[in-house]
């Protein structure tokens, strides 16, 4: 068949995203007035009007069946609409085409579209719509703060300038079981180490009196946070999924070659800011950082994002945003943070260096696996080559990621301790297990194997790994309590 002729697949898509409060224009002719934000802006303003009505309806209806669970989504053959109420009367709608095949006519006749609608899961894109509010909060606060504080329009202007760019890194294509967990990856380290890294934000706490919270991170992994763990959870998200990619540049010769710490006065070092100045030596120099609010459903502490980072090492440090940060401040965190950081990121590729080499070479496994746990929000995926905001790279076929997400659900539904096996078309067998607050998915490439055969791999699996430690021991601090995570 001529190319020209083939099949052309089309992944899921943004067709609109809108948020609205019905309380905003309750009586006829005043509709226009709910609508807080809407994408695309260039849409005309009765079919604005029109479809936030109809998702209001919709909303009301389902309201008379169950009061206090209000619809989450409504399939269609084209589309899939879903509905988020993270405030009171606040509605969030984001409406994604359905995945569909174009197939070639015979005789000149239209390509005829076949909509793929069980393609989509609601798990999956409910959560990514929650991630849309959970990162505008982090950064704005809540809608009911900037209503009170300017109105309507303070908070339009707020939406528009918030989701006019976020709404662009939102690339649907790429969502998976990962979004679902919006987990962190822990990087593994020894007790020593870990150590020197507690011992390092102590000192620089305590030099630095102005620090209020700190997060520590290697190589897009998290080793120590202050922070609440859902603060500190959308805050790892926008770290690795925005901030970090926008920074990367190919590293030091070597990658991390270590500075001699032996050598008298040495003072050289790698760090840099990653938010605020790009130089400190330029006189024009911007010492403005980004906001963000955490702790929102208390306190409501609005913060200065300082990331600072040196070699694949970075630290997050945050300030109460009241404080003038000035040249003098900035200079002097470079100068007490840069060297050690520098030195202490080197110890610890020095160190996970020479873990590996103890532990052998790594033989490529039977089986890939993702594994959550819920109580300390620890992830860990050797399914996932890469996973981005704009990109997931999977080992794995779409079709055997659909059905980790389908054995996610069926998890969901019941809090009972549970275990499914899945045999897939094209003979991997497929493996969730719920237990304990923790899950875990195994897909095994073993085309003969039997039912039997599969249980007891996966108990091998869970005896070696551990479901608890998954083969590796990070620690980390929230709101100042140890815990090994993992």
């Not at 409060?21 to 002719?29: A, I, M, Y």
């Not at 962190?184 to 020894?190: A, E, K, M, R, T």
């Not at 963000?292 to 913060?303: P, Q, R």
């Not at 045999?423 to 237990?435: E, I, L, N, P, Q």
Request: some cysteine; overall charge negative.
């Amino acid at each position: 068949m001529a190319s020209g002729m083939q099949e052309k697949q089309y992944t899921p898509s943004l067709l609109s995203f809108f948020i609205y409060n019905p309380k905003f224009g309750p009586r006829e002719g005043e509709e226009e007035k709910k609508i807080l934000f809407y994408h695309p802006s260039e849409v005309e303003k009765n079919e604005k009007i029109r479809n936030v009505g109809l998702c209001e309806a919709i909303v009301q209806f389902t309201r008379t069946f169950c009061p206090t669970k209000p619809a989450k989504s409504l399939h269609t053959q084209k589309n899939r609409q879903f509905f988020h109420e993270p405030e009171e009367n606040f509605w969030m709608v984001m409406v994604v085409r359905n995945p569909m095949i174009e197939k070639p006519s015979k005789d000149g006749k239209p390509a005829t579209i076949e909509y793929q609608e069980e393609e989509i899961l609601d798990s999956v894109y409910g959560a990514v719509l929650r991630q849309c509010y959970s990162m505008y909060k982090l950064f704005n606060g809540t809608f009911s703060r900037a209503f009170e504080a300017g109105g309507v329009e303070l908070l339009r202007q707020k939406l528009e300038k918030f989701f006019y760019r976020y709404l662009q890194t939102l690339h649907l294509q790429s969502c998976d079981l990962l979004d679902v967990f919006g987990g962190i990856s822990f990087f593994p380290l020894d007790k020593m180490t870990y150590l020197k890294i507690q011992s390092f934000v102590n000192r620089v706490e305590e030099s630095l009196s102005l620090v209020k919270y700190t997060a520590f991170l290697y190589n897009d992994q998290l080793i120590w946070s202050g922070l609440e763990q859902d603060d500190m959870r959308i805050l790892y998200k926008y770290l690795t999924t925005s901030l970090f990619p926008r920074h990367t540049e190919p590293e030091l010769a070597g990658r991390d070659s270590p500075l001699r710490p032996e050598v008298a006065g040495n003072l050289l070092h790698y760090g840099r800011f990653l938010t605020g100045p790009a130089n400190l030596k330029d006189p024009e120099a911007k010492f403005r950082f980004p906001r963000i609010f955490v702790n929102t459903e208390d306190s409501y502490e609005e913060l200065h994002l300082i990331v600072y980072k040196a070699m694949s090492a970075a630290v997050c440090f945050m300030i109460n945003a009241s404080v003038e940060l000035t040249r003098e401040f900035c200079e002097q965190l470079d100068a007490l943070v840069g060297p050690q950081l520098t030195l202490l990121a080197s110890d610890i590729c020095e160190q996970y260096n020479i873990n590996r080499r103890i532990s052998g070479p790594e033989k490529e496994p039977q089986f890939k696996f993702i594994y959550f746990n819920h109580m300390n929000l620890a992830e860990k995926s050797t399914i996932h080559m890469r996973k981005t905001a704009s990109v997931s790279l999977t080992s794995v076929h779409p079709d055997l990621m659909k059905i980790l997400g389908d054995i996610n659900c069926d998890f969901a539904r019941v809090d009972e301790d549970e275990e499914i096996i899945v045999k897939a078309m094209t003979d991997y067998w497929v493996v969730g297990k719920k237990s304990d607050q923790r899950e875990l998915y195994v897909i095994l490439n073993q085309k003969n194997a039997n039912l039997i055969e599969v249980n007891e791999e996966v108990k091998r699996l869970c005896a070696t790994q551990d479901m608890t430690t998954l083969k590796t021991v990070s620690c980390s601090c929230f709101n100042d309590s140890i815990s090994v995570m993992q």
